[in-house]
């Protein structure tokens, strides 16, 4: 299938759509692997082997307890965060698991085998699923690779998923995998982004093999935003210190109640203030394991709705917009950052573990950046300068997590990329879209310097502040 806006905005679970939605989808569909082939009742016992990034971060990034979720059934967009919470109270306390949810089965964390210095082939966050029987006879067997976003490949179909991706991809009304060819399809047809990507979508099967209609569309990515409001504002009512031992003090409640009495008139010099709350409300709910959507990942899941809450409040026009208007630029905004995240996924990655947090940051950057120029009225040409300027300044941006926790420098670097998407679309909106470095240009350069870059800076919290910090 191709990639659609609905692949890159996912509703899930923190804190890392690489490290903890994608293991939980992992698991899951191992599970669903193992009733398909009638063997779930033999299960005697389960070995889980975690590699590369996945071990190495893994504690801090709730991958093991993911993978537990996993192994119960559940799947990251579906359970809530109550349930993650009783599951895993649960599991602590009698040391044991319900495989796919029907079958006692003792297993821990503490069972997981970790390998933390061996990186897999195809991708450096592999983990290795097998059951077998009471006699101990292999009964069944998978390794998955978590390659960002959530996003799974199974070993053994990467080409067959290649091959179904090159094929659907080419059945598309308007094709695109460049810059240049999503800005051509814009100037033959005298179309938007967010056009362009809504007539892709259109006819992009669902999962029961049906096309979405447009009022369907429409709905579900108002559905992506309304998720994404309510993770905000459940982060403004959680105070204290997030878990993990950095003992890293939520700001978002505090922040509120001091915006709420300075700025009673909502006056447009307290826009960065609100964009910052924004951003840091999302993170510290992910850095929780709350209920975020992966925008285009976990890590980065606070940029795109920070910036979106500018367009909708500080953006010209908006001053006195009906709900329809706002709720024409969520979906605009949404379609034509999607387009540039095709962008990233299919010429580069947004994996910190495989190119650093450029690619998660740095993409959601720039996808907002587009959105946000889109909604302001930008050209296409325009548009792409946007996305390209919020990458550029992305460019070498390492991922070195401190504790392997989704929380420092993870938190206010969503901040900070948030205000530099704003900036970006300023400065292309200012111009006339011609400028000398292409989008397409700074995508390739991402993932040269991401190919180049140590994997002590790929989310392995073996370098940079990682190492340099002292945790407690």
């Known amino acids: 299938m191709a990639i659609g806006v609905f692949d890159l905005f996912k509703v899930g679970i923190g804190p890392s759509s690489s490290h903890t939605v994608g293991p939980m989808r992992a698991a899951a569909v191992f599970v669903e692997e193992l009733r398909t082939e009638g063997c779930l009742d033999r299960v005697a016992s389960i070995k889980v082997d975690l590699y590369g990034s996945l071990a190495a971060t893994g504690r801090g990034h709730g991958t093991m307890t993911a993978v537990l979720l996993g192994l119960e059934g559940y799947y990251p967009d579906l359970i809530l965060p109550e349930e993650v919470e009783s599951r895993l109270a649960v599991m602590a306390e009698s040391g044991s698991i319900q495989l796919a949810g029907t079958k006692p089965l003792s297993y821990a964390v503490d069972d997981m085998i970790l390998h933390p210095l061996t990186v897999l082939d195809r991708h450096t966050n592999g983990m290795k699923f097998a059951v077998s029987d009471e006699a101990g006879e292999l009964l069944h067997e998978a390794t998955f690779y978590s390659v960002g976003g959530g996003f799974i490949v199974r070993e053994g179909e990467e080409d067959a998923a290649l091959q179904e991706l090159d094929e659907t991809h080419r059945g598309l009304p308007l094709p695109f995998r460049t810059a240049a060819e999503l800005l051509k399809h814009c100037s033959d047809r005298g179309l938007r982004f967010s056009e362009v990507m809504l007539i892709n ?151 910190g573990a495989e190119v650093g947090c450029q690619g998660e940051v740095g993409s959601a950057s720039s996808m907002a950046a587009a959105g946000l120029a889109e909604v302001m009225g930008g050209s296409p040409a325009q548009v792409e300068n946007a996305a390209e300027i919020a990458m550029e300044h992305n460019l070498g941006l390492t991922c070195d997590p401190i504790g392997g926790l989704v929380q420092v420098p993870c938190i206010e670097r969503n901040a900070i990329a948030a205000a530099k998407a704003i900036n970006a679309t300023k400065m292309a909106l200012w111009g006339d879209g011609e400028h000398r470095v292409s989008l397409d240009e700074v995508i390739v350069t991402m993932r040269e310097t991401g190919k180049d870059m140590s994997n002590k800076y790929k989310e392995t919290a073996m370098g940079g502040l990682a190492v340099n910090v002292v945790e407690c």
Request: proline share 4%.
């Open 201 to 351: 979508e259109l006819d992009t099967l669902k999962a029961d093999g049906v096309q979405r209609s447009e009022e369907e569309v429409r709905a579900g990515l108002k559905h992506i935003w309304s998720v994404m409001e309510g993770c905000v504002e459940s982060s403004l009512h959680r105070e204290g210190l997030l878990p993990g031992g950095l003992k890293v003090r939520r700001r978002a409640p505090d922040w509120h109640d001091r915006l709420l009495k300075e700025d009673k008139d909502r006056d447009p010099k307290y826009w960065q203030e609100w964009v910052n709350l924004i951003a840091l409300a999302v993170n510290e709910e992910n850095a929780s394991g709350g209920r975020v959507v992966t925008a285009p990942t976990n890590g980065a899941a606070g940029i795109i709705p920070a910036v979106l809450y500018y367009a909708l409040n500080y953006a010209p026009g908006m001053e006195n917009a009906s709900q329809e208007d706002k709720d024409d630029v969520v979906v605009r905004f949404l379609l034509a950052a999607g387009a540039v995240g095709v962008l990233y996924k299919e010429q580069a990655s947004i994996s």
